[in-house]
C-alpha cells in the first residue's frame, strides 16, 4: 500500500520566517496531493492541494510544489503567524472503489510560529 | 459553503452502552467517510460509502457499525466498545469524479471525541 513520509515532526519560526515542510510518497499512481491544517480541538482544514498534472500551486502565503519523479511535495508558508500555528498534515489520494478516494495522511508536522 | 457538521461533540459511553455518532453535509457531496484520530496520530480512514453505498471497510472490529440513511447523512453505530476505541472520529466528504464540481476534495467535520469508560 501508500507510504507517505513527512518531515519535520515539529517545527519551530520566528514570525515573519518562512516555513517549509516536506512529503514523499512511494506509489507512482497517486494523482492528488491535498494539504491539511489541524488546529487544537478541531478537524482538518483543507488549505491548499495539488493534482498531478500541476507542479506548482500558490495561494496568497501558502504555494505546494510537486515533483513526479521523484515523488516528493512541499508545503510553503510565507511571512509566518502566529494564527499559522496548528499540526499540517499531508496526503496522498488514488481513486478507490465506487468512485471515492482514498487519503493516506503523513504522520504531521507540529509548527510554532513565536510572536 | 464547505461545512460539515457531526453530533455529539463530545461522548462518553461505557462497554455496555450502545450510542451513535451523526454527521451531515448539505454540499451535494456523494461520498463520505468516517476517519479515526488518536492524540498526536494522523486520521485513519474506517469506512466510505460512495452513493450512498458502503464501498470501503478497513476491517474496521464489527462493534463499529456505519449507515448512510440518505446522500447527505452517515451515522456510526457503537455497541460493546473497548477503552482503546476512544479517540477523535471525524466525518468527511467529497465529489466523485463525475459527480460534478471538484472532485477528490475531502472537507472534515470537527469531530466527535469519545471517551470509552
Known sequence: ?115 | DTEVTQTPKHLVMGMTNKKSLKCEQHMGHRAMYWYKQKAKKPPELMFVYSYEKLSINESVPSRFSPECPNSSLLNLHLHALQPEDSALYLCASSQPPGAGGPSYEQYFGPGTRLTVT
Open chain 1, 1 to 115: 500500500g501508500e507510504n507517505v513520509e513527512q518531515h519535520p515532526s515539529t517545527l519551530s519560526v520566528q514570525e515573519g520566517d518562512s516555513a517549509v515542510i516536506k512529503c514523499t510518497y512511494s506509489d507512482s499512481a497517486s494523482n492528488y496531493f491535498p494539504w491539511y491544517k489541524q488546529e487544537l480541538g478541531k478537524g482538518p482544514q483543507l488549505i491548499i492541494d495539488i493534482r498531478s498534472n500541476v507542479g506548482e500551486k500558490k495561494d496568497q502565503r501558502i504555494a505546494v510544489t510537486l515533483n513526479k519523479t521523484a515523488k516528493h511535495f512541499s508545503l510553503h508558508i510565507t511571512e509566518t503567524q502566529p494564527e499559522d500555528s496548528a499540526v499540517y498534515f499531508c496526503a496522498v489520494s488514488r481513486p478507490a472503489q465506487g468512485g471515492s478516494e482514498k487519503l493516506v495522511f503523513g504522520k504531521g508536522t507540529k509548527l510554532t510560529v513565536n510572536p
